[in-house]
């Protein structure tokens, strides 16, 4: 079973509406709104589906032991890449946190 902090619900919307508004360089990208959802969605998925993997990396990095053990990266371009930072309990996964790799050093 898969279970979610009330912290990465926020991520998760955070990350949403970002992804709505995303800025770079002083210039507005738009996103179609069926492409955020389907962004929010894959994400969203890898999540729910933590518990299946036959293999669970564990964390390396400071900031990501700081909320879990173990992490899933998930590459959704060749610049960005999410970090699922989780902790197992038996077979159950507690999703604790997700950010990307501008966040991580």
């Known amino acids: ?37 389907s962004y929010h969605n894959d994400m969203l998925d890898i999540c729910e589906n933590l518990d299946t993997l036959s293999y669970h990396r564990k964390a390396i990095y400071r900031l990501h032991k700081q909320y879990g053990s173990y992490i899933y990266q998930y590459k959704r371009n ?10 197992k309990f038996g077979e159950d996964v507690y999703i604790e946190k997700i950010i990307n790799n501008y966040k991580t050093v």
Do not use: P
């Open 1 to 37: 079973m898969v279970y979610f902090k009330h912290q990465v619900r926020i991520d998760l919307k955070v990350i949403f509406d970002s992804l709505l508004t995303w800025e770079t360089n002083n210039q507005q990208r738009i996103l179609t709104y069926e492409t955020v959802v």
């Open 78 to 87: 060749r610049r960005t890449s999410w970090y699922i930072i989780y902790n």
